[in-house]
């Protein structure tokens, strides 16, 4: 990238992968290929085209004004400047390009992509992240993925930047709203060891650089632990079990 577009550049993202059945960075290396083929439930390279390479479910990437307008959302990468397909830019090929935090919504339809079980439900998230959060970023959140039905603490999975003195990483995995704050805590008075967030002070993303970041989630609809990890370039930085001694509903199905 010249240094021009990097001061346009909020983030890139390439090769967006989800599989869902195995916990993929912990799998058996003499089994880990064959595990990895069976879960695989969507992945999008961005190599040439913003929609997704394989797809359990729907391949296309819609765009819509909004989060309550989704079910008015066009296919297609409507032509705009905000997210645009950068050619030859990405980790390996191509890349999503976000030049502004603000504009339309992109999105993919989570039904058969991320596929759902309502016991054992395990899965994992990959995707290449490059990021200037000291020089480009805005203030305020910016959240490069989300995966959610409802909204940003009610089941949903997702990974933020929040830019202020300093710029940590955060990685949240929310079951339903009801479940993870039956008493209707406010934000404020929620202890951060009972918040459902993995906090990275210093992440290793700067400007020109590729970062790996995966984060898995295991054991949730059981009695057994559920809990979830978080990796930066396959390091594994931070883990959450905050529900060990109770069954844990986890997210449920919203279509």
């Given amino acids: 990238m010249s240094s021009t577009k990097l001061n346009l550049s909020l983030v890139c993202v390439a090769a967006l ?7 993929c960075p912990f799998a058996p290396k003499q089994s880990a290929h064959g595990n990895l083929r069976d879960a695989l439930t969507f992945h999008a390279s961005f190599d040439g ?3 997704a390479d394989f797809a359990r479910g729907d391949k296309q ?7 309550n307008t989704r079910s008015n959302a066009q296919p297609g990468l409507i032509a705009s400047n905000v997210t645009v397909l950068a050619r030859g830019e990405g980790r390996f090929g191509d890349a999503l390009h976000f030049t502004s935090k603000q504009g339309p919504l992109i999105f993919y339809k989570a039904k058969d992509n991320l596929t759902y079980r309502t016991k054992g439900w395990s899965g994992s998230v990959s ?9 480009a970023l805005p203030s305020g959140f910016c959240d490069p993925l989300q ?3 409802r909204a940003w603490n009610d089941a949903a999975f997702f990974v933020e930047f929040e830019k202020r003195q300093d710029v940590p990483f955060r990685l949240g995995v929310y079951a339903d709203y009801k479940v993870w704050n039956p008493d209707n805590r406010k934000w404020e008075q929620i202890p951060f060891a009972e918040k459902p967030l993995l906090h990275i002070a210093k992440p290793p993303f700067k400007a020109g ?3 790996h970041v995966v984060f898995t989630f295991e054991n949730f609809n059981t ?15 931070k883990e959450k079990y905050p529900r060990e001694r109770k069954p844990s509903p986890g997210i449920r199905q919203r279509r």
């Fill in 17 to 23: 992968t989800i599989a869902t059945g195995c916990r």
């Fill in 49 to 51: 085209s913003v929609n």
């Fill in 61 to 67: 990437i819609y765009t819509t004004q909004s989060f």
């Fill in 127 to 135: 995707f290449w992240l490059q990021a200037d959060p000291e020089g």
């Fill in 147 to 149: 995966i959610t039905p």
């Fill in 209 to 211: 650089k590729w970062t």
């Fill in 223 to 237: 009695e057994n632990r559920t809990g979830w990890r978080g990796y930066i370039s396959m390091a594994n930085l």
